[in-house]
């Protein structure tokens, strides 16, 4: 995919998953890269630098003060040459290192000083991964555009089970090779929502869902990593802008359906007009009628008080009705007969596209099942982190595009 031709620093930090990154090498360059191993310290207790020297045919770098290469610039050397850096095995304590913007080592420095892209495979044991201060820092890498692969649950070296193991040397090889693939989405102004909305009854109560906005986001970064300029109109969720992204944030229903028309309204014979829009906010279909500005006492008269509904503004299908509208790309959470009613959506929609959640008990979960309905065909896509399965769906979502 991506990987052919390019030129790899692969950083090898300190974790028994090191002795994978010898085969990753392996894979690497059947697959067309260069590699250019860099380890730290600790990655070269657990591998000999003389076995990633005999594999790539390079000279291994450890130490900051190698006089190798002239004028004590391997830093900048290394990564100036580099297309990108993958640090697999990325120990917890070199990925905290990253975070904070470290530079303690060759391997640190060399990924301060870049200017390519950069991916971790973490590897540590499950309790070290589970520890708020690693998803933290996991969370930070994140936000900042690194790509983070993995890592995968199964059997540690410690004799645990659980979550921390870096990906095998051939799905890492796979996941770097859609994370460097092209950029489908080069130019293109793509228009998202996500989360729930917050229905207000009076000002300290409302109505709401269960919707994370995770697989939103996941998109929306998705996007970004595909070369799109990536608008986000966010319900109330806690999860923290993905890079690049211009995000607002609303409450209401009513107030996503102004901000996305505001948005769809900017463009110009200056401003290019938006090519995608994603609906994957679970929109409240309706409202409290009367909105009470003053908190309803249980003491005002009826001790349970009955709320009336006014209907919500349906946010795609007035998109999709727009005299010049984007593709409009439409989610689905049904609880049964998925493709009937997804079809019949389609169609009530006027949308070419609507994404179905294949099981309707993922809200807030990590993982996703999806099936792609269109005129006249349909896709699965299967199980998958929702990461690796919004890039499959930008995939055929760009392909849809051009
Ligand atoms: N949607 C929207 N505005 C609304 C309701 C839904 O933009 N007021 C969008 C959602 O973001 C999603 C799609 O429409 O992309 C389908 O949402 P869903 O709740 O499944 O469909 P509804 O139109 O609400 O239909 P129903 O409640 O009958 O399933």
Redesign the pocket.
């Known amino acids: 995919m991506g990987i052919s031709g390019k030129r790899i620093v692969l950083g090898v930090t300190g974790g028994v998953a090191a002795y994978k990154a010898a085969v990753l090498t392996r894979e690497l360059q059947r697959a067309g890269a260069r590699v250019q191993v860099v380890m730290t310290e600790a990655g070269a207790r657990f591998v000999g630098p003389a076995t990633f020297q005999a594999l790539t045919g390079e000279p291994v770098f450890v130490d900051q003060w190698d006089t190798r290469i002239a004028n004590g610039m391997a830093h900048i050397e290394l990564s100036r040459a580099a297309d990108a850096i993958v640090i697999a095995p990325a120990s917890a304590d070199f990925m905290a290192s990253l975070a904070q913007g470290r530079a303690g080592d060759l391997l640190a420095t060399l990924c301060l000083a870049r200017e390519c892209p950069l991916a971790v495979a973490p590897a540590m044991n499950r309790q070290m991964w589970e520890n708020p201060a690693t998803q933290r820092n996991v969370q930070q890498l994140r936000d900042d555009g690194i790509e983070v692969i993995g890592p995968d649950s199964g059997d540690q070296a410690c004799g645990e089970t659980g979550m921390g193991r870096m990906l095998e040397p051939d799905a890492l090889v796979e996941a770097i090779g859609a994370w460097l693939a092209p950029k489908r989405l080069a130019g293109r102004r793509v228009l998202l929502?996500a989360g729930p909305t917050f229905e207000p009854i009076d000002p300290v109560r409302g109505i709401t869902n269960r919707s994370s906005g995770k697989m939103g986001f996941a998109i929306a970064r998705a996007c970004v990593a595909a070369g799109a300029d990536v608008t986000l109109v966010a319900g109330p969720v806690s999860l923290p802008t993905p890079w690049a992204v211009r995000r607002i944030n609303v409450q209401t229903?009513q107030q996503m359906h102004d901000a996305v028309h505001g948005e769809l309204d900017t463009a110009s014979a200056a401003v290019r007009a938006h090519d995608l829009f994603i609906?994957?906010?679970?929109?409240a279909?309706w409202r409290p009628a009367n909105y009470r500005d003053s908190k309803i006492k249980k003491t005002d008269g009826n001790a349970v008080p009955e709320l009336a509904f006014a209907q919500?503004?349906?946010?795609?299908a007035s998109v999709a009705r727009r005299a010049h509208p984007p593709y409009c790309v439409?989610?689905?959470?049904?609880s049964e007969s998925l493709e009937a009613?997804g079809l019949d959506?389609l169609a009530r929609?006027g949308i070419p596209m609507l994404v179905a959640n294949i099981g309707h008990e993922t809200f807030g979960l990590d993982d996703n099942e999806l099936l792609i309905l269109e005129h006249g065909s349909q896709t699965r896509l299967a199980r998958a982190p929702k990461a690796l399965l919004a890039h499959e769906l930008v995939r055929h979502i760009a392909e849809r595009l051009s």
């Not at 609906?279 to 929109?283: C, E």
């Not at 919500?312 to 795609?316: A, G, Q």
């Not at 439409?330 to 049904?334: K, L, P, S, V």
Request: aromatic share 4%; net charge negative; hydrophobic share 50%.
């Open positions: 929502t229903a609906a994957v906010a679970a929109v279909d919500n503004p349906d946010i795609l439409g989610f689905a959470a049904e009613h959506k929609k």
